[in-house]
């Protein structure tokens, strides 16, 4: 048999190429105001962009309305004055013939007619929106998926304006410098841990990606300075998500690291989601300037904590103190206090400081006990945003507001979800993980479900906003969001710059297996393997069908020979954040090995069991 | 310079890491690291003495692997004298192994 073989631009390699292309195309004719250059999706990854191209003579500003489908749909933006017009079109509608109206600062005005293709099957429609467009505007809300579906962003009618076709995971946040940051599709690791960060225009262009040795995950929070805060791990360690680092704008490198293995025990104050692997889950951080103190949620410890961030020191920890060592109950734990309402939060996400020191997160509730014998069934149970205040000379803790315990199982996520604070009183919670399995609610993740059982999850997201306890929007989604965040399409700040992105940081040199086991020659690699290998710019992906239990080495072997273990052991995940990457097959294994460290040609070969297996594939390194 | 690795039921393991030190491999037939952990054991039994290496089959000791706490496999467990000394979960690399065990 042959082992396919696909070597595979990196995104940035792909995007340099589409542009140099429509800037070629744009300079072969004469184009002009009355009939500019127009290109739909220009950086093949954001299909409802596109970009209008013109010269003026004198320079003048460029005012856009992309018009939406009844007047308050419209989309409008001001470009400052120049002569060369690259103008970004967003917020069109998906097989739509959209009407985009351009005009010049002495009122000409130039129509363009943009027609899209339809949307794919996994972009999402709101099976509910509840809103006005006077409360929501120009807004759109933006949703990163977790079940079969793709990164969206809704108009206040639930139309939707924007998507995105990579596997994006986690979150989607706007940085200073108007751009998003999100997480990548390369995956290093499963179930979801991946290569890195983007930072990405709006219009699709990716500008750098973060690469860390030990992947992504869940959260990311820009400093004042520009500096990236990235949840993180160490592989090799056996544990994951239990890692910070502090990231270089400019360059990438990592400055800073906070291992939070040094600031709690790892075998205590268990949720019912915890083992020794994913111990602590940290799916949130914030930075709080006033404190000079990092906050961040573990979900498998039913636990917000907040350490030093110069000393990584712990100062205090939120959460029930049922099944902690007493010595640290007495020194980090806070006891309720007050007359209101009170309950703990448990699995829960999205951490947050509030401008007063009043923390909000949101409270999945998932198990909602310490106690086995005390957990809630999903049908019994409650998911909410909860606000509370801290008092952390006395360690008091007050419960001052909550949405969306009164809405019981039907509002109950097992994972996932956020919450936003915008203004006193005005906030969005995210229930992001709903889902049923045969109609009974889902006591775990509903991605989790897998082969047959999947046809039986039925799976929904409702995002709302609050301003004083009204309900002011609500949204309902046929699918798993991460998080919800509310952004326009159009900022000042996010300007389209040519060139080449910048691949930054380092994904590391993959660990090597020091230990080969003895074989027997096994000739060619039996097909029943289904063995391929993807070439990328940084990586070589090992793609593979194995049995459970089978014992896989990958070897490249040159005038160096370097081993890998491949685990094809399933790991049962407890906490299937994103299963957006998961195979159908599960007897699928992928398995990234970096080129960092590597250099000459390598024949590829794989021991499988007692056997080793040629590939018939050299890669030049 | 080298020492034995045997295979032990769950009625042997007390008497077994009574004295000396004993380092237990809790394992399954069904497991890929494990598999490859029984190599790793296999070479660093070749360049050691003074240890006893002992592989338990998990899925065939149920109560023993309950008794000592054991929730996933491959996990190594280092006794001295009969009090455990430290544990290990997952696939080891050989010079974590060495350390794990002071040699």
């Not at chain 1, 363009?112 to 999402?124: D, F, G, L, S």
């Not at chain 1, 419960?399 to 956020?418: D, H, L, M, P």
């Not at chain 1, 160096?560 to 699928?588: I, N, W």
């Not at chain 2, 769950?10 to 598999?35: H, Q, R, W």
């Amino acid at each position: 048999m042959t082992v396919k073989v696909k070597y595979f631009d990196h995104v940035i390699t792909e995007q340099l190429r589409a542009e140099e292309a429509f800037l070629a195309e744009y300079r072969k004719a004469g184009y002009s105001f009355a009939k500019p250059y127009v290109k739909l999706n220009p950086y093949l990854i954001a299909p409802l962009t596109a970009i209008i191209i013109f010269q003026t003579a004198q320079p003048t500003t460029v005012a856009i309305t992309v018009k939406g489908k009844e007047a308050a749909g419209d989309i409008k933006f001001q470009f400052a004055a120049a002569t060369e017009h690259m103008i970004p079109v967003y917020g069109l509608y998906a097989d739509y013939s959209n009407q985009v109206e351009l005009v010049l600062a002495n009122g000409e005005k130039s129509v363009v007619t943009i027609q899209t293709e339809p949307a794919p099957e996994k972009v999402k429609l709101p099976t509910k929106m509840t809103t006005t467009p006077e409360y929501f505007g120009d807004n759109m809300m933006f949703v990163g998926p977790t079940s079969p579906a793709l990164a969206a962003a809704y108009d206040y009618r639930g139309d939707c304006r924007w998507y995105g076709t990579l596997n994006h995971a986690f979150d989607i946040k706007r940085a200073k410098n108007g751009r998003l940051l999100l997480g990548t599709q390369r995956l290093l690791m499963p179930p979801y841990h991946t290569t890195g960060i983007y930072e990405m225009g709006m219009i699709g262009k990716i500008y750098k990606e973060f690469r860390l040795p030990g992947g992504y995950h869940h959260d990311q929070f820009e400093m004042e300075d520009g500096n990236l805060l990235i949840l993180t791990q160490d592989p090799p360690r056996g544990t994951v998500e239990d890692m910070l680092v502090l990231v270089d704008r400019k360059t990438g490198a990592i400055l800073k690291t906070w291992d939070y293995q040094q600031v709690l025990p790892q075998n205590v104050g268990g949720s019912g989601s915890q083992d020794s692997h994913d111990w602590f889950h940290n799916n949130a951080v914030w930075y709080d300037k006033k404190t000079d103190s990092l906050t961040l949620s573990g979900r498998h410890q039913d636990a917000i904590i907040n350490i030093d961030y110069d000393s990584g020191k712990l100062n205090w920890i939120i959460g029930d103190p049922g099944n902690w060592p007493q010595e640290l109950v007495d020194k980090y734990f806070f006891k309720p206090v007050g007359k209101g309402d009170f309950d703990w939060q448990y699995e829960q996400h999205a951490c947050l400081v509030c401008p007063d020191g009043d923390i909000m997160c949101f409270d999945n509730g998932h198990w909602r006990s310490k106690f086995k014998e005390k957990y809630v069934p999903a049908k019994d149970n409650f998911s909410r945003g909860v606000r509370y205040r801290i008092d952390t000379e006395k360690m008091e803790i007050e419960q001052v507001w909550q949405y969306g315990k009164e809405r019981g199982a039907e509002f109950f996520s097992t994972y996932i979800c956020n919450v936003e604070y915008y203004d006193e009183g005005h906030y969005m919670v995210h229930s992001g993980g709903i889902g049923t399995f045969k109609g009974e609610t889902c006591n775990k993740p509903p991605v989790q479900f897998r082969g047959d059982d999947e046809k039986h999850v039925v799976f929904n997201s409702i995002t709302v906003e609050l301003k004083d306890d009204a309900v002011v929007y609500e949204m309902h989604l046929p699918a798993n969001y991460y998080r919800a965040e509310k952004l326009k399409l159009y900022c000042a700040e996010d300007t389209l710059t040519l060139g080449r992105g910048e691949m930054l940081g380092s994904l590391g040199v993959t660990e090597e297996f020091l230990t080969i086991p003895p074989t027997e020659d096994g000739g060619m690699v039996p097909e029943k393997y289904n063995v391929k290998f993807g070439i990328e710019e940084d990586r070589i992906l090992f793609k593979a069908t194995f049995e459970k239990g089978q014992m896989v080495l990958l070897q490249l072997e040159g005038a160096t020979t370097h081993s890998y273990f491949v685990p094809t052991t399933k790991r049962p995940f407890l906490a299937m954040c994103v299963g957006t990457f998961q195979e159908s097959d599960e007897r699928a294994v992928e398995f990234p090995v970096g080129k960092e460290g590597l250099a000459g040609e390598f024949k590829l070969s794989v021991i499988v069991d007692d056997y080793k297996y040629e590939t018939g594939v050299t890669v030049k390194i | 310079m080298a020492v034995t690795i045997k295979e032990i039921s769950g009625a042997e393991i007390d008497g077994l890491i009574a004295t000396g030190k004993v380092l237990v491999d809790f394992y399954s037939k069904t497991c890929g690291p494990c598999k490859m952990l029984g190599f790793v054991l296999k070479d660093i039994a070749k360049g050691i003495d003074g240890l006893e290496i002992a592989l338990l089959d998990y899925d065939a000791n149920k109560e023993t692997v309950e008794k000592f706490g054991v929730t996933g496999y491959p996990t190594l467990i280092f006794f001295n004298d009969g009090q455990e000394v430290e544990r290990m979960k997952g696939l080891q690399q050989k010079p974590v192994i060495l350390r794990m065990i002071g040699a």
